[in-house]
């Protein structure tokens, strides 16, 4: 399972840290373009007259259902084409989708303007690939836990953003001669935009780690080449799959399960499970991130996603705990584990595999990520939930997925170490 790899050169960018502090900015207000509609989604839904079931849709399936489809190809153009202009035109038509929001008079426009805004999800395939190149194998483990502190960040900062902008009247900024949500979404976008600009002085970094029986190859051809380390990949693309969908699960069900469960109002369950899925992740992060780099052997990097994973299954009974605080303690622990887990396993793939492989690979898991994290996982505690509609029946069928997910994926980095035996990375 060793690639070969031709010209590995020494002398790694020196100013990689400057470098990588950009692309994290980018990345965070492509991501905050996720979150700042949710801020204004009640004003938004009121003022084009819809149901919730249609509001459901622009955040959920609008944003994700159109990246998802272009993973794939995405991939291909990161290994092909120059990345620097593609995050440049990704992140620019985020922003412009973000504005464009901001004019949407139906439900249709609405749709078609927040899927536009979601391709700053993508944003994160390609920083990877281009970060990966700017720092050592031995050094990822830290990258990749500020690419997860600044979406962590960005995604904060959005509802910030809405909190702040929205109260402002429409004589101070009457940008669009509209609502306040429609200035503060056309104010995010054109800021948002000019975040942009400092990218086009950023030069596209020289590709490390290349394996030369893979380079040029058609897409076909790379694909036949990334089956090579299928008995490594495909129980990592499981466990990841499994643990992102744990966290959406969480992310999307926890504020409705602690304002029924313990009688709290919106504005404070909200605040609740904010700092509940802030600091922690970021501990994991930071935590995963320095043993990623401190631990030598592969073998050792899954055993300690298992460990996480393994951690995650008491931390999914958070739904059920008898109070505010001990579950927030708990949906704490969910989201640090989460992020160790994670970030150990993505380390891995942008360690392991060569670089004109790494886009593709990110596409293909990026994509499967969005279709099952996104899409299916979220719904599933509804439908699990629905014979027994009482709220201490959603709890359970909550905890019950959670902690199947952590299982899923313990058993997926188990294999993934017993692949790891195989190779020498």
């Not at 373009?33 to 079931?53: C, E, H, Q």
């Not at 970094?205 to 080449?225: F, I, M, V």
């Amino acid at each position: 399972m060793e690639a070969a790899y031709a010209g590995e050169a020494s002398g790694w960018d020196r100013r990689a840290y400057a470098k990588l502090a950009l692309l994290c900015f980018v990345l965070a207000w492509g991501w905050a373009a996720r979150s700042v509609f949710t801020g204004l989604s009640l004003p938004a839904a009121s003022d084009l007259r819809m149901n919730d079931v249609q509001l459901g849709f622009s955040q959920g399936l609008a944003l994700s259902l159109p990246s998802a489809l272009i993973s794939i190809p995405l991939g291909r153009m990161i290994d092909t084409r120059n990345r620097v202009r593609l995050l440049f035109a990704i992140s620019a038509l985020t922003m412009v989708g973000a504005a464009a929001t901001s004019l949407a008079t139906s439900f249709p426009d609405l749709m078609i303007y927040r899927a536009v805004a979601g391709l700053g999800m993508m944003e994160e395939a390609v920083i990877l690939s281009i970060a990966a190149d700017f720092f050592p194998p031995q050094q990822r483990g830290r990258m990749i836990a500020a690419i997860l502190f600044a979406e962590y960040a960005g995604t904060a900062f959005g509802f910030a953003f809405a909190g702040w902008t929205l109260p402002v009247p429409v004589s101070e900024m009457a940008l669009t001669d509209g609502a306040p949500w429609r200035n503060s979404l056309f104010c995010f976008g054109i800021v948002g935009l000019l975040s942009s600009l400092p990218l086009l002085r950023l030069r596209e970094p020289p590709r490390r780690e290349r394996a030369t029986r893979t380079a040029g190859r058609s897409l076909l051809a790379n694909l036949q080449a990334l089956n090579i380390f299928r008995a490594l990949l495909w129980p990592l693309l499981l466990s990841q799959l499994a643990i992102i969908s744990a966290m959406n699960m969480a992310q999307t069900w926890a504020v409705p399960i602690f304002q029924r469960r313990f009688d709290l109002a919106a504005g404070e369950a909200s605040e609740m499970v904010a700092a509940a899925l802030f600091v922690p992740p970021l501990l994991g992060a930071l935590a995963g991130g320095l043993m990623a780099d401190r631990i030598e052997t592969g073998r050792s990097k899954t055993a300690v996603a298992m460990i996480a994973s393994i951690l995650m299954i008491p931390a999914a009974l958070f739904p059920i705990m008898p109070t505010p605080l001990t579950a927030s303690i708990f949906l704490g622990a969910t989201g640090m584990m989460h992020s160790a887990a994670l970030l150990v396993s993505a380390a891995l793939g942008v360690t392991i595999i060569p670089n004109e492989l790494r886009g593709l690979w990110i596409g293909i898991s990026t994509a499967a990520a969005i279709l099952v994290g996104y899409i299916v996982a979220p719904p599933l505690v509804a439908l699990v939930h629905s014979a027994d509609p009482g709220n201490i029946g959603q709890g359970i069928a909550l905890s019950a997925l959670l902690g199947a997910c952590g299982l899923i994926a313990a058993l997926g980095y188990w294999r993934a170490g017993r692949a790891m035996n195989r190779s020498p990375a």
